[in-house]
C-alpha cells in the first residue's frame, strides 16, 4: 500500500539540540498527523495539520503542513532525553473516501545526556 | 490520554488455536480500527469499523475476523492463528473519518 517517505530513519544527538524530521508524499494530502511512540507503548497523538501552510506548536515541537501539501516537518527544540522515541508522520490522502490512514516508517531518536 | 483498553497486554499461543483480542473505548467514538505492527512494516490497518455491525477490510485483513456488537467493543479474531501473525496488535479510535486516530497501548502476541 501506500507509505509516506519519512527521514531520517534514525538520528542520534546530543542533549540540548535541536531536531528536525520530515515527510514526503508524491500525492496530495488533506491532513498531517504527527506522533510519538515509546518503548511498550502506543503511538500518542503530538501535533495535527489541517490547512497548507499551517504552522502548529506544542511545547518544545513545532510542526508545518508544506504549502504544496505532499509534504510536512517536525521540528523538537532543545531536545531532553525522554524525547527518546520513534516519531511517526501520518495523513489522509487527499482523495481518500475511507479515512484510511497513511503512515511513515518513523523516525528513532537517540538523546545523548 | 482516550480511553482505549486492550486486552490482553501479552499472549503466547500455539499455531492453529483461535485467539480474540479487545478493544474496549470509554469515549463513545464512531470509528475503530486494528493495526498490526512489524519491524520493516510500520503500522498497517487489519480492519476497522464505523458503527456498530459496520466493518470494513484494510490491507492486511487476510486470516482475521472483526466484530462490533457495541459502539464500545471491537474484538479482532485470529480463528486459526500462524507463526506469521506473531505481531505487536494496536486498536485506534476516531470520532470521524477523517479525525486524527488515538491508539490504545497494543497487544504483543506470539504464536508459537
Known amino acids: 500500500g501506500q507509505q509516506l517517505n519519512q527521514s531520517p530513519q534514525s538520528m542520534f544527538i546530543q542533549e540540548g539540540e535541536d531536531v528536525s524530521m520530515n515527510c514526503t508524499s508524491s500525492?496530495?494530502?488533506?491532513?498531517w498527523l504527527w506522533y510519538k511512540q515509546d518503548p511498550g507503548e502506543g503511538p500518542v497523538l503530538l501535533i495535527a495539520l489541517y490547512k497548507a501552510g499551517e504552522l502548529t506548536s506544542n511545547g518544545r515541537l513545532t510542526a508545518q503542513f508544506g504549502i504544496t501539501r505532499k509534504d510536512s516537518f517536525l521540528n523538537i527544540s532543545a531536545s531532553i532525553p525522554s524525547d527518546v522515541g520513534i516519531y511517526f508522520c501520518a495523513g489522509f490522502h487527499g482523495s481518500s473516501n475511507t479515512g484510511k490512514l497513511i503512515f511513515g516508517q518513523g523516525t528513532t531518536l537517540q538523546v545523548k545526556p | 490520554d482516550a480511553g482505549i483498553t486492550q486486552s490482553p497486554r501479552h499472549k503466547v499461543t500455539e499455531t492453529g488455536t483461535p485467539v480474540t483480542l479487545r478493544c474496549h473505548q470509554t469515549?463513545?467514538?464512531?470509528?475503530m480500527y486494528w493495526y498490526r505492527q512489524d519491524p520493516g512494516h510500520g503500522l498497517r490497518l487489519i480492519h476497522y469499523s464505523y458503527g456498530v455491525k459496520d466493518t470494513d477490510k484494510g490491507e492486511v485483513s487476510d486470516g482475521y475476523s472483526v466484530s462490533r456488537s457495541k459502539t464500545e467493543d471491537f474484538l479482532l479474531t485470529l480463528e486459526s492463528a500462524t507463526s506469521s501473525q506473531t505481531s505487536v496488535y494496536f486498536c485506534?479510535?476516531?470520532?470521524?473519518?477523517?479525525?486524527?486516530?488515538?491508539f490504545g497501548d497494543g497487544t504483543r502476541l506470539s504464536i508459537l
Open positions: 500525492s496530495i494530502f488533506n491532513t
Open positions: 485506534a479510535i476516531s470520532k470521524d473519518r477523517h479525525q486524527p486516530q488515538h
Open positions: 469515549e463513545n467514538h464512531r470509528y
